[in-house]
């Protein structure tokens, strides 16, 4: 009996002193449409048309969730409008503690899900909210986001242009000014680092010749690349000047970066209700997937 219970003792030590499995951070993807989502408010063409009695077919907006499975953190890239339902999955309904929200800039399928925050529905208490300075006055002087900082619902952090932020030991962040229209604030991508890869994040940003860095290079120089994919081609939008606009086509983008070897690890973006490459089966999509690139999908998990 003595020695039963030694052997007993012996195994509960070894359970009690043992390690969880590791398990890689990894970022998941909340939503892959533009600002205005998939169907688009007041539209009834075919590309939406299909979708509106449909659920399952509706999109949300762009914005990735980075969770490490270790700690039960997790922290969310831009707050869109689809900010509850984005919340909901990315927390698993509060399991996961959401440990912050990072902002890309002020147009309004970026920050304005961040309303959820405030007294009249969650009531949240002190959400650290990264934001580039510009960002961050935006959102202090202006209401009603100003009284979720004079509430303390919400906290804001300076992000500083190419200055790493660590969310913990094993995750950081690193924010990168890109030329977009900014009429409210920066726009800045991010660059997320993980133990064992890196990750370019970048959903909105005008032409690729308009930015001062080399999108191949940087391409290049990370492991996965999440890019700017709102228009497939130019004159998707009849009757509207697409120059006001100047986002990258995605027969640009493949254009540019065709040349890269392993160009599977490049995924695009924030592609607006009217793009042909969210259509199963459509030339465009073949045309994407076929060239070796791919789309984001809702709930897709990519390690860290």
């Known amino acids: 009996m003595k020695k039963l219970l030694s052997i007993l003792l012996f195994v509960l030590l070894i359970i009690g002193c043992s390690k969880p499995p590791y398990k890689d951070p990894y970022i998941v993807f909340l939503g892959i449409a533009q600002d205005g989502g998939v169907p688009h408010a007041g539209c009834s063409k ?15 907006v762009s914005s990735l969730g980075i969770v490490d499975p270790n700690s039960n953190e997790v922290w969310m890239i831009d707050a869109t409008p689809d900010f509850p339902e984005q919340f909901r999955v990315l927390t698993e309904n509060n399991l996961k503690k959401l440990k912050g929200v990072f902002l890309t800039h002020a147009h309004i399928g970026h920050y304005t899900g961040l309303m959820h925050l405030g007294r009249e529905v969650m009531g949240s208490k002190s959400v650290p909210v990264y934001a580039m300075p510009k960002m961050g006055k935006y959102l202090r002087k202006n209401g009603p986001w100003s009284q979720l900082v004079a509430l303390k619902n919400i906290s804001i952090k300076k992000l500083k242009n190419e200055k790493t932020i660590e969310l913990n030991n094993r995750v950081s962040l690193t924010p990168f000014l890109v030329p977009h229209r900014d009429e409210f604030s920066e726009t800045v991508g991010y660059k997320i680092q993980g133990p064992n890869k890196s990750i370019i994040f970048i959903p909105d940003i005008d032409k690729w010749d308009k930015f001062d860095k080399d999108i191949v290079q940087i391409v290049l120089d990370n492991d996965i690349a999440i890019l700017d994919g709102s228009f497939y081609q130019n004159g998707e939008i009849p009757g509207r000047d697409m120059s006001e606009i100047p986002h990258p086509f995605i027969i640009e983008s493949i254009d540019l970066m065709q040349s890269i070897s392993d160009i599977s690890d490049i995924f ?36 860290l």
């Open 268 to 303: 695009f973006i924030h592609l607006n209700h009217t793009n042909p490459a969210l259509i199963e089966n459509s030339d465009a999509q073949k045309q994407i997937l076929g060239s070796g690139f791919n789309i984001a999908e809702f709930g897709k998990m990519i390690s």
């Open 46 to 60: 075919s590309c939406c048309d299909n979708r509106w009695a449909d659920p399952k077919k509706h999109l949300m």
